[in-house]
């Protein structure tokens, strides 16, 4: 029994790391992707009028060993009286066995009022990622192969990307590229020190849209509903759909939908002015939700406002978003 669930594990393990060496490499995956917009537009820096500091932590498909784990960082500030200029940071560090690759960026964005409360804003993305995989821990049949005797460490390869990001109090839209430019990673021949031959990874562009209206159902309940739809060359489209409430400005709660992949559950509270948490669990819906050993997704979100625009007459922030 045990031996036909190791085979079954081992099986269905080559079933998603393949993927990634035979087709498209996507960028990391988020549910709580409104919270750390930045990470995919970088025309989004500064757009709250806040220096914003966020940090998330993002297990896929548990109890299944070597799947994406992702931790990204992300800092946004604006850098003007008139905050029409934002600066971010971002670092990602994404590893699905035998994979890891970590993401280090630099945003500018410059916002040009065009209406009241109405704002456009023009974003880039520079800087660049390394790469490492674990070629000599790998299992193989034939263990004299050459092409497995040195892994790969540190590789660095540059990134470009843009982004356009209109807003209102109410609504936003936003279209984007994070990673313009596509790379090489190793190819098979390579590996054996015979040129290059047939390709095994690529780093390819990912073009993202994203928008959401917020709803007041009363003075203390808002509704957002939103959507981010991804489209990379070589993988199915991800259509992500999400209905959030927020109760107080304190409590918020969720679902989405992720277009023939998996449902969710969101669940994000205010501990402090300047402090909140957030939780999501995924639930798949394809036929990785049939095993034993599929038990779902999971992300947990921290997000720190360190400066807030304030009214000092109510001591609450000015006209909040909730996006």
Not at 64 to 84: A, C, E, M, R, Y
Request: hydrophobic residues 40%; proline residues 3%.
């Amino acid at each position: 029994m045990i031996m036909k669930l190791q085979k079954q594990t081992v099986i269905l393990l080559l079933l998603l790391v393949l993927p990634f060496f035979t087709n498209a490499q996507q960028d990391a995956q988020y549910t709580q992707y409104m919270y750390n917009t930045s990470s995919i537009n970088p025309a989004y820096s500064g757009s709250r009028e806040i220096m914003s500091l966020s940090a998330l932590h993002r297990k896929q498909w548990l109890n299944i060993d070597g799947t994406p784990t992702t931790q990204t960082v992300t800092f946004d500030t604006p850098l003007s009286k008139k905050n029409n200029i934002g600066l971010g940071f971002s670092i990602i560090n994404d590893k699905i066995n035998p994979t890891s690759e970590t993401y280090f960026n630099i945003d500018l964005a410059y916002a040009i009022t065009v209406g009241n409360n109405k704002k456009i804003s023009f974003g880039t993305k520079i800087g660049g990622h390394l790469l490492n995989v674990d070629l000599i821990n790998l299992s193989r049949e034939n263990t004299n192969d050459i092409a497995y005797e040195n892994n790969i460490e540190n590789q660095f390869n540059p990134n470009l990307g843009f982004g356009l990001y209109y807003h209102t109090n109410r609504f936003y839209f936003g279209i984007s590229v994070p990673n313009l430019l596509e790379t090489k990673y190793f190819d098979q021949n390579a590996l054996s020190g015979n040129g290059s031959g047939e390709l095994l990874a690529k780093e390819r562009v990912n073009y993202y849209l994203i928008t959401g209206h917020t709803f007041d159902l009363n003075s203390n309940i808002k509704f957002k509903p939103a959507l981010l739809t991804k489209m990379v060359y070589g993988a199915p489209l991800q259509i992500d759909i999400s209905t959030n409430f927020l109760f107080y400005e304190k409590l918020t709660l969720g679902a989405a939908y992720r277009w023939s992949a998996a449902v969710s559950g969101i669940v994000g509270f205010q501990l402090l002015k300047n402090l909140m948490i957030g939780f999501s669990f995924d639930y798949e819906t394809t036929e990785l939700s049939k095993t034993q050993f599929n038990k779902g997704s999971f992300e947990f979100l921290l997000r720190f406002d360190i400066l807030n625009k304030i009214d000092r007459n109510s001591s609450r922030m000015l006209t909040p978003r909730f996006f």
